[in-house]
T-cell receptor, first 112, second 115 residues
Framework: QKEVEQNSGPLSVPEGAIASLNCTYS??????FFWYRQYSGKSPELIMF????GDKEDGRFTAQLNKASQYVSLLIRDSQPSDSATYLC????????????FGSGTKLNVKP | DADVTQTPRNRITKTGKRIMLECSQT?????MYWYRQDPGLGLRLIYY???????NKGEISDGYSVSRQAQAKFSLSLESAIPNQTALYFC??????????????FGAGSRLTVL
């Protein structure tokens, strides 16, 4: 079983819509959760992190964490074509406290 | 200048050759990491180091070695490259901070092709 699971997509949404990206993790003791955006051929860049249950908002982005369900999601409001990228979920903590585990990423296409 | 610099950015080599990928950082972070990325497999940890005298294997360390020459420098070596080591390699750094602030900052990546 993979530590972090993501649907590979592609997820296609029209411009202006809400894009919802999901991630599940296996280590119940995980403590920190991250969303990175990666454009093709580029390095991952941090969008936001969350470590408490509930929602955390930053501009058009909202991260949602549910530790009981071992589920973390990223909502992108008013999606723009420039949001088209692969979104990586990363998890840290738990049994391997010092390691970051990454999902394989969800490719998002925002159509004009 | 980039906070995390990787060299070379692109390299094509032949099976059996020794290859070194270098990483240097100006962020003053103690922790450094090497990841490889393959299509559909996400980022996988090769080695990580929390200070100059601390080196740890990651998920896929076989066929690789590392050297932490200084706090700011962390090199990845392939002693005898093989074609399935063709991948995009990323160096990353992080600070020790609180759990939520302990984020990874990535270099631009080194694309390695082994023929």
């Amino acid at each position: 079983q993979k530590e972090v699971e993501q649907n590979s997509g592609p997820l296609s949404v029209p411009e202006g819509a809400i894009a919802s990206l999901n991630c599940t993790y296996s280590d119940r003791g995980s403590q920190s959760f991250f969303w990175y955006r990666q454009y093709s051929g580029k390095s991952p860049e941090l969008i936001m992190f969350i470590y408490s249950n509930g929602d955390k908002e930053d501009g058009r982005f909202t991260a949602q964490l549910n530790k009981a369900s071992q589920y973390v999601s990223l909502l992108i409001r008013d999606s723009q074509p420039s949001d088209s990228a692969t979104y990586l979920c990363a998890v840290k903590g738990g049994n391997n406290f010092n390691k970051f585990y990454f999902g394989s990423g969800t490719k998002l296409n925002v159509k004009p | 200048d980039a906070d995390v610099t990787q060299t070379p950015r692109n390299r094509i080599t032949k099976t059996g050759k020794r290859i070194m990928l270098e990483c240097s950082q100006t962020k003053g972070h103690d922790r450094m990491y090497w990841y490889r990325q393959d299509p559909g497999l996400g980022l996988r940890l090769i080695y990580y180091s929390f200070d100059v005298k601390d080196i740890n294997k990651g998920e896929i360390s076989d066929g690789y070695s590392v050297s932490r020459q200084a706090q700011a420098k962390f090199s990845l070596s392939l002693e005898s490259a093989i074609p399935n080591q063709t991948a995009l390699y990323f160096c990353a750094t992080s600070d020790k901070g609180q759990a939520g602030a302990n984020v990874l900052t990535f270099g631009a990546g080194s694309r390695l092709t082994v023929l």
